[in-house]
């Protein structure tokens, strides 16, 4: 994730680490190099330039051009503006006063929204809550069958054109957000149909929906390997939608990180979860901070610990150190852990959670099958 950013970022601050004094003429350089390495990731050349701007006017004032580290003082500077750019605080789902919270997700096709449903399902709940999905999306094949095994495996029911005794992707919905209040469920997920690009037929649709079913939350799901084509369908999705927030999908597999950075500041609108791989396990809430100083190779630790607390189980933890104590860890104990290492995440992204890891093992292949 931003692998390349980061490198690119890297090599420019190495450089202004080693000066002892930055003139104006250092600093427009190295703004040179980050806004090459800003357009090179797929960053909106408007977010780009303001970015860039701001980065100048603060770097430029007495209090950091005097400094007996100005190198780091800039790079301080580019990260709070990083945040800034990214949202600067965090964004959620907020739950409806009066259950169910209607949550309709729209997009394009393949962008992953039913993946994402179920994501969305197994997040809340972890979390106590009671989800429900509809399975509204009836033009790609298979994606009820799809949204269905997710609910078979998380144990969540999900209410499709059979329940509904029709095809018409208005009334599924308007009938699954009534069948989820009367069996008292906290949250429902609307997954409607998207298209391979924006049409008039499809936003109709989706926009009935929303008429009839009169969501708390729209959230529009974006692939981010699609960089400045996902802001530009999220920019049309908006004017039509006026939507509340984004998941970035895919995110571990986009190494330049493009719409992660511009899509806020085009949009207006929060990105409240990232998709960080195929399990239903793998989203994260996106946190502005967190993303800035993963993108500054300042790893995430907070993140890390997270992930640490979901996977390992409290009450088997003492009890093993209970054994290590005793000289009574066994083999079938060490493959116990490996085996809750493995349910964080992939290692190349864990180990991109650790400060300094990315560029200790750069270019080493983390082979998770070796588990």
Excluded: W
Excluded at 217 to 230: H, K, N
């Amino acid at each position: 994730m931003f692998d390349r950013l980061t490198e690119r970022l890297d090599d420019v601050f190495r450089q202004l680490r080693g000066q002892g004094r930055i003139s104006e003429r250092v600093l427009d350089e190295s703004l040179r190099e980050i806004r090459r390495a800003l357009l090179e990731a797929d960053v909106n050349f408007k977010v780009a330039k303001g970015f860039l701007s701001r980065v100048r006017e603060r770097s430029l004032g007495q209090t950091v051009m005097k400094s007996l580290t100005p190198g780091q003082q800039i790079i301080k500077i580019v990260h709070d503006e990083l945040v800034a750019l990214l949202g600067s605080s965090t964004a959620t789902i907020e739950l409806a006063p009066q259950p169910p919270t209607v949550v309709l997700l729209a997009g394009l096709q393949g962008s992953g929204k039913t993946t994402i449903a179920g994501k969305l399902a197994l997040h809340f709940q972890n979390r106590d809550r009671l989800p429900y999905l509809v399975a509204a999306d009836t033009t790609r094949p298979a994606a009820v069958e799809q949204l269905q095994t997710h609910g078979a495996t998380l144990g969540v029911d999900v209410f499709g054109p059979d329940d509904a005794g029709t095809s018409d992707p208005v009334e599924i919905c308007r009938l699954g957000v009534q069948q989820a209040r009367s069996r008292n469920r906290s949250i429902v997920f609307l997954d409607t149909a998207g298209r391979t690009s924006v049409d008039e037929e499809m936003m109709a649709q989706v926009t009935r929906i929303r008429d009839v079913c009169q969501p708390h939350e729209i959230l529009f799901v974006a692939d981010s390997m699609l960089g400045q084509e996902s802001v530009e369908t999220a920019t049309r999705f908006h004017e039509a939608l006026a939507f509340d927030g984004v998941i970035l999908t895919k995110m571990e597999g986009d190494a330049r990180g493009g719409a992660a950075l511009s899509i806020r500041q085009v949009t207006g609108v929060p990105v409240k979860f990232i998709g960080t791989g195929e399990t239903l396990e793998a989203m994260e809430p996106f946190h502005p901070e967190r993303v800035a100083s993963r993108i500054l190779g300042m790893g995430d630790v907070m993140s890390l610990v997270e992930k640490a607390e979901q996977a390992f189980d409290q009450q088997q933890a003492q009890h093993l150190e209970a054994k290590m104590r005793k000289d009574a860890f066994t083999f079938e104990d060490f493959r116990d852990q490996l085996q809750a290492v493995k349910r964080m995440g992939p290692l190349d992204q864990l180990l991109g959670m650790i400060p300094g890891a990315n560029k200790a093992l750069k270019g080493m292949q983390v082979d998770d099958g070796a588990f």
